[in-house]
């Protein structure tokens, strides 16, 4: 039986008796992570109530390369956007440097018309199109674009849970460094706990195989651990990893050579407990720190890793 996960308070508590260094940036998003945490569950029904039709998973299009919503628009969900938005909105202007944009954001996310036009380039990856709204409401790009995907981000996670993970299924599964469902690249790694099973021992494995936690969307997927999620190369010494000498407690970075790209990774053998990958992902700061003095650069660009 797979071993439940921590909250989002459990997770930070953990991380900031392990680092108290870090307890002033935790305090301040776990507000925030713990609200958007609780949002996919309290969104599901008004997705059932949207008539939204879920697009079916093709696996063709999978070996192809094209996530679930490639090309799908995110008309028709505007009443969940505009519930994300009145709950998160509020923890999110909360935070330092954002609340000189409260106003600006709030407008913004009341008007469907350019609000879900805005959100579908978190599928596009049309910057242009972003860049031009972050214009017409005068906040920086940067800023609007973590909104988005602050607020549009539990409605995919809403989205996502409908599917039984279809992604993962051979011999279809898939194979690419970005999300199955949304296209975004991940914000955290890991590598999975051992198993054990006392009534039946051909279930019992070593552990160690590496799964991508999406950080829009919160999909996960398998992946290959030699190969790099950015520039697809695979191979021997094509990916490296950084960690502390002492108390690492399976944290780790994993950066490809060739393009220099990396991924915060924590390995759960190392660990007694499940992470919330979203906290996670916040409290391996420390180890963005160390990925920037060596002039790498991270898969996901973050609020917290941008020095």
């Given at each position: 039986?797979a071993e439940s996960r921590q909250s989002?308070?459990?997770t930070?508590?953990?991380i900031?008796?392990h680092?108290?260094?870090?307890?002033p940036?935790?305090n301040?998003?776990?507000?925030l992570?713990e609200?958007?945490s609780?949002l996919?569950?309290k969104?599901?029904?008004?997705?059932e109530e949207?008539?939204f039709?879920?697009p079916?998973?093709?696996?063709?299009?999978?070996?192809?390369g094209a996530p679930?919503?490639?090309?799908?628009?995110l008309n028709?969900?505007?009443p969940?956007v505009r519930e994300?938005?009145?709950?998160l909105?509020?923890?999110l202007?909360a935070?330092?440097?954002?609340?000189?944009?409260?106003d600006?954001?709030?407008?913004?996310?009341q008007?469907?018309?350019?609000?879900?036009?805005?959100?579908?380039?978190l599928?596009?990856?049309h910057?242009?199109?972003?860049?031009?709204?972050a214009e017409?409401?005068?906040?920086?790009?940067?800023?609007?674009?973590?909104?988005?995907?602050?607020?549009?981000?539990?409605?995919l996670?809403?989205l996502a849970?409908?599917?039984?993970?279809?992604?993962?299924?051979?011999?279809?599964s898939w194979m690419q460094?970005?999300?199955?469902?949304?296209g975004?690249?991940?914000s955290?790694?890991y590598?999975?706990?051992?198993?054990?099973?006392?009534?039946?021992?051909?279930?019992?494995?070593g552990?160690g195989?590496?799964?991508?936690?999406c950080?829009?969307?919160?999909?996960e997927?398998h992946?290959?651990?030699?190969?790099?999620p950015s520039?697809g190369?695979?191979?021997s010494?094509?990916?490296?990893?950084?960690?502390?000498?002492?108390?690492?407690?399976g944290e780790?970075?994993?950066?490809?050579?060739?393009?220099?790209s990396?991924c915060?990774t924590v390995?759960?053998?190392?660990?007694?407990?499940t992470?919330?990958?979203?906290a996670m992902?916040?409290?391996m700061?420390?180890m963005?720190i160390v990925?920037s003095?060596?002039?790498?650069?991270?898969?996901?660009?973050s609020?917290?890793?941008q020095?």
């Open positions: 039986m989002v308070s459990e930070l508590a953990g900031a008796e680092r108290p260094v870090l307890a940036v935790l301040a998003f776990a507000p992570l609200a958007r609780a996919p569950e969104l599901s029904p008004l997705l949207s008539g039709v879920l079916p998973w093709q696996p063709e299009r999978a070996q192809q679930l919503l490639a090309g799908a628009s028709g969900l505007f969940l994300s938005a009145d709950t909105l509020p923890l202007e935070l330092p440097g954002m609340n000189g944009y409260a600006a954001l709030s407008s913004f996310f008007k469907e018309e350019p609000c879900m036009r805005a959100a579908d380039t599928l596009t990856g910057e242009t199109a972003l860049a031009e709204a017409r409401i005068q906040v920086p790009p940067a800023v609007l674009l973590f909104a988005l995907e602050v607020v549009v981000g539990p409605v996670h809403a849970a409908k599917y039984d993970a279809p992604w993962d299924e051979r011999p279809s460094g970005f999300c199955p469902v949304c975004s690249f991940p955290i790694a590598l999975d706990k051992r198993v054990f099973d006392e009534k039946n021992a051909f279930l019992a494995g552990g195989k590496k799964h991508l936690h950080a829009l969307c919160g999909t997927w992946f290959r651990r030699g190969a790099c520039c190369k695979e191979g010494g094509v990916m490296e990893f950084l960690r502390e000498s002492e108390g690492s407690r780790r970075i994993d950066w490809c050579t060739k393009c220099r990396y915060p390995d759960l053998r190392e660990r007694d407990g992470p919330d990958m979203d992902a916040l409290g700061m420390h963005d990925a003095q060596k002039g790498l650069i991270p898969l996901k660009p609020f917290w890793n020095f």
